[in-house]
Structures are given as structure tokens and as C-alpha cells.
């Protein structure tokens, strides 16, 4: 079994924006939305400059603003960002013998099939740094370790253009007394949920008997939140393509949606688009789920089956309608979200979720 390595650019979008404006170096930057504090959009990514005064992505940009008023706010550019992240794909699938899985924009895991003694993993780490930045100007840090789960949590405490390596060995020494929101795929409501039974460090995560987390989480959730944390789990890089399970669009309005007539358009444009993402999948829709927030800031989300698989956009419309309507909510709307999720593909899905060891 070899090394895994968890590639994960620095800054991207903020990174890619300062190579087309190289003046802009050294200064606050936040991407996010049209560039526009004033408008509702949310931070795509801040610069370390910027982070130095509280702003992180998905926060509001008027929030930022505030935070930073000397900030300078760019507009989202996806195409630009998504040829910087071929080129970067690209060139780690280039080296030889890497074995390559993407998990998004701006981060991948790469594999060796060498056995862990034939190969220095800092060494290959600072090669493939070397070979991104030629290829594309952007510098990236490098998590190693010998599960992915170790990989990616190792790369945290090598940014910013450094690597750090995690492993069986160390994983205790760096991890334990850190909250179980810092691991991977453990956010606050999970957090929350392990709090309530009095465990609240990744080493009480590790250390907890089985019974209270299948309890809670289920008998396949328990055990994996029990070996997530010990830093267990998968070790394997796999390039299979991800085949994705959903599809959904949502939109923040500059001003909030109050009557029937703008909601039903605004779900039915936002519908036309899913249907058209879907329908490049060759997959029609079997569950319609909405995401509706309400001002001044409450957020919820509904699913429902359908009778029957469909690619009609009346028929998802209506079902998010309807989801709406059951909410029994008459605020004005400020953020509406639809989505499709799909029949299976022939032969079913991969066993876990791509990133779930």
C-alpha cells in the first residue's frame, strides 16, 4: 500500500484572480458573487489577507464589507476557474505513475501504487508542486498520509505552499484534543449531535465504545464516525469518474419574492435549468427536493418522490410548489433552490459516497 497525497490549491479563485490582476497583490481580495458588496451574494473566496479580518467563504458579502472596507470585491468568473483547474487535473494525472481523484475545483487526491518504502512522498509532494506551478502560476499545499481521510486533514497544517504529513504514528499526537468539527465531513449539526453524547474531541471520537454512536447515527453512520475518528478508512485512490446523484440550481434574489406569481416563475425557471442538466445526464428525475430561505435569514429544505421518474419541468415545478405551500410560510423569500435527483445509472452506484472512507 502506498502514500496518499491531498493536493488543494491555495486561495484558487482569489490565487487565479491575482495572476489577471497582478496589481491587486497584497491586498484584501474577496470573489464572490458580481462583485458588488451592496447586491446579496455570499464570499466564494477570500485571500489570506482578507481572512486576516474574519472573512471566510459563504459569508454574506455585506458582511465582509463590513469587516473589511478597504477590501476590493471581484465577480465569480467559473470559466476561467474551471480551465485553471483542467490545467492543474491535468498536470498531476501527468506524472508518472499518479493515480488521480478529484474532488473539485481546487483539490485532488493522488495516488502511488508503489509500496511505501519505494517511494519519499515529501519529495514527490514538492515535485508536483513544482509541476503545477510551471503549468499554471498557482502554488498548492500537500497533505500526506496513509489513509485519505489522514491526507486530507494533514494538508491543514501545511498551508499555505507547504507540506505535512499524517499517519497511524502521529495521527493522535496532531488530531486529539481537536473538536470533531475539524475532521473531515463533520460539520456543526454533527457536532452538535456527538456533544450532546459528551464527545466533543476527535479523541473522544476515537475512543468511544460503539453502542451510543449506533445509537444515534445508525449502524452505518456509527461505525464510520467511530473509525473517522481514529483517521481510518480508505486508503485506495480511485480514479473512477464520479457519477453524480443530483443535479439542483438555486438563485439569491436582489429583492425578496412575496407573491405567488413571482415564486411559481422564479421555481420554474430555476426547474427549466435542472431539467436541462439533467437531461445531458440521460437520467430523469425521480425525488424533487426545495430549498427555500426565508428573510430575514431562515433557511429550510424538503424532498419528495414522485410517482413515477420524469424530465417534465411542470411536474417538478409543481412538486416544489407543493413543498413550499406545506411549509405554511408567508415571509418573503430571499434564496430558492430546486433539485433533481435522479434514477440510479445501470449497475447502481459506487458502495460509498466518493470522500467517504
Known amino acids: ?32 458573487g458580481r462583485g458588488d458588496p451592496t447586491e446579496r451574494a455570499v464570499v466564494s473566496t477570500a485571500s489570506y489577507e482578507a481572512r486576516q479580518f474574519g472573512i471566510r467563504s459563504g459569508m454574506p458579502l455585506k458582511i465582509a464589507v463590513k469587516r473589511c472596507p478597504e477590501a476590493v470585491f471581484l465577480p465569480v468568473d467559473f ?31 493522488v495516488g502511488f501504487p508503489a509500496a511505501k518504502d519505494e517511494i519519499d512522498p515529501e519529495a514527490v509532494a514538492r515535485e508536483l508542486q513544482a509541476e503545477v506551478l510551471a503549468a499554471t502560476g498557482l502554488h498548492c499545499s500537500v ?40 475532521l473531515w465531513g463533520v460539520g456543526s449539526r454533527i457536532g452538535a449531535r456527538l456533544a450532546a453524547l459528551g464527545i466533543t474531541t476527535v479523541r473522544q471520537l476515537a475512543e468511544s465504545p460503539p453502542e451510543p454512536l ?11 464516525f467511530a473509525a473517522l475518528g481514529r483517521g481510518h478508512g ?54 424533487v427536493g426545495l430549498k427555500v430561505r426565508f428573510a430575514p435569514f431562515f433557511t429550510t429544505s424538503r424532498v419528495r418522490k414522485l410517482p413515477e421518474p420524469t424530465y417534465d419541468v411542470a411536474t ?3 412538486t ?19 433539485r433533481a435527483e435522479m434514477v440510479p445509472p445501470a449497475g447502481g452506484y459506487e458502495e460509498a459516497p466518493r470522500g467517504r472512507t
Open 1 to 32: 500500500m502506498g502514500w496518499v497525497l491531498h493536493v488543494d490549491m491555495d486561495q484558487f479563485l482569489a490565487a487565479v484572480e491575482l495572476l489577471r490582476h497582478p496589481e491587486l497583490a497584497g491586498l484584501p481580495l474577496v470573489v464572490g
Open 79 to 109: 470559466p476561467v476557474y474551471e480551465a485553471a483547474s483542467a490545467t492543474v487535473m491535468a498536470t498531476l494525472r501527468a506524472h508518472p505513475g499518479a493515480v488521480v481523484e478529484v474532488l473539485g475545483w481546487d483539490e485532488a487526491f
Open 143 to 182: 497533505g500526506i498520509g496513509d489513509t485519505l481521510v489522514r491526507a486530507k486533514m494533514a494538508t491543514d497544517f501545511g498551508k499555505p505552499r507547504g507540506t505535512f504529513r499524517l499517519s497511524e504514528d502521529n495521527w493522535m499526537a496532531w488530531m486529539g484534543d481537536r473538536p470533531t468539527t475539524a
Open 214 to 224: 449506533v445509537a444515534e447515527f445508525g449502524p452505518t453512520m456509527g461505525p464510520y
Open 234 to 287: 480508505r486508503s485506495t485512490v480511485d480514479d473512477t469518474p464520479w457519477v453524480p446523484r443530483a443535479h439542483g440550481r438555486e438563485t439569491t434574489y436582489q429583492q425578496d419574492l412575496t407573491t405567488p406569481a413571482e415564486i411559481a416563475a422564479a421555481v420554474t425557471s430555476l426547474a427549466e435549468q435542472v431539467v436541462a442538466d439533467i437531461r445531458a445526464e440521460g437520467r430523469p428525475c425521480a425525488r
Open 316 to 318: 417538478i415545478a409543481d
Open 320 to 338: 416544489a410548489l407543493a413543498l413550499l405551500a406545506k411549509l405554511e410560510d408567508e415571509r418573503p423569500i430571499r434564496l430558492l433552490g430546486v
